[in-house]
């Protein structure tokens, strides 16, 4: 049999497809194979590079197959897509992702360890639980609406409520009964929203790196944990816009014929980590409007007086994420501006 130089493979639940080919680049491999038969399979077969598409499960076979002796390289879907010649089929896109990983300028998804998905389970469980705590402090508020009784925004207000609600005798017996149900149920969403976040909190504390981005004015200890386990090797990215675009915070880009037409934001990165930057600089920037920052960098001033608060948001949050970048390379701690105190 012909030496295999690169495999690639289209994962699912329980069936795989696999496509190899040789130094000639002809292809010599084409088999679906069940669970138990494809990790037989890479067990015995010899040391090659292997390309998986970064989606679920990805990341567990890329650390098996990686101790088999195999190099595995995880490419995004939205690169991988262009290979496909035409259908859709899981033999094409097995030919796909082996085409795909040959390219010299392609890039990888680095693969996570075990810990780190761990990690990032713990953000994703505080993000469903505040997700949830939110609506159903919708429900109460509005449930309480239909009786007449209103409160003033924020979610502090949803205790004194829910109190008032206990109180009022004038409800019917049913509502008061459901009411109270709420309440249980919101509470223990309190719980464990605490739980988690005391979790993340001691993550972010171990850690030398995620304390040093938390000094960044606009990130707190849940951005600082979000930087350190959402990005890759800082090195990887030649410079801090670089690293910003990988986030999706720099326009989109439109040019032709040397005519320079910039659009929105590209969204393309990982829209977690572009949110809680976005969320932080909104802080930041109702603190400097509020005029509660003496000394605030002229930079963001000027902007504030030609542009949108939004659009000064994102900017802001575009220059906390190079900031970020340029920490995490230098091991340097964030040093204000001269005359700067409150505001980046």
């Known amino acids: 049999m012909e030496q295999i130089i690169r495999i690639g493979i289209d994962t699912s639940k329980s069936v795989f497809q696999l496509h190899g080919v040789n130094a000639a680049e002809q292809p010599i491999l084409r088999k679906k194979l069940s669970r138990k038969e494809m990790v037989k399979f890479f067990e ?7 390309a998986l598409e970064a989606c679920g499960g990805s990341h567990h ?9 195999h190099e595995v390289k995880l490419i995004a879907p939205q690169l991988a897509k262009p290979y496909v010649k035409r259908g859709k089929n ?6 796909a992702l082996c085409e795909a990983m040959s390219r010299p300028t392609m890039r990888f998804v680095p ?3 075990a810990e780190q998905q761990a990690a990032l389970m713990l953000v994703g469980m505080r993000e469903r639980l505040i997700r949830n705590r939110t609506q159903l402090a919708n429900a109460i508020r509005g449930f309480a609406m239909e009786f007449g009784i209103v409160a003033a925004t924020g979610m502090c207000r949803i205790e004194p409520l829910l109190e008032r609600i206990a109180a009022d005798q004038s409800l019917p017996e049913l509502a008061r009964a459901l009411f109270s149900m709420h309440g249980v149920e919101y509470r ?3 719980t464990e929203t605490k739980a988690v976040e005391e979790k993340l909190t001691a993550l972010h504390r171990s850690d030398e ?3 040093r981005l938390a000094e960044i004015p606009g990130v707190g200890p849940v951005g600082a944990s979000l930087l350190m386990m959402k990005t890759p090797d800082p090195k990887m990215f030649k410079s801090g816009r670089d690293f910003a675009a990988w986030i999706g915070l720099t326009p989109r880009d439109h040019s032709t014929a040397g005519k320079v037409r910039l659009g929105v934001i590209t969204r393309a990165g990982d829209e977690m980590l572009r949110s809680i930057l976005v969320v932080g600089a909104t802080a930041l920037l109702q603190y400097v409007r509020a005029g509660r920052s003496r000394h605030t960098s002229r930079w963001l001033i000027e902007l504030l007086q030609r542009k949108k608060p939004k ?3 994102v900017a802001l949050a575009n220059k906390i994420a190079r900031i970020a970048w340029k920490l995490m390379v230098s091991g340097e701690r964030y040093r204000r501006a001269e005359g700067q105190t409150q505001a980046v």
């Open 44 to 50: 015995k077969a010899p040391p090659t590079i292997i």
């Open 90 to 95: 899981d033999a094409a896109d097995a030919e």
């Open 61 to 69: 076979w890329a650390r098996m197959l990686s101790s088999f002796g």
């Open 209 to 211: 790196c995620s304390m």
């Open 311 to 313: 659009l000064v948001a």
């Open 111 to 113: 693969v996570k360890a």
């Open 188 to 190: 223990d969403l309190l």
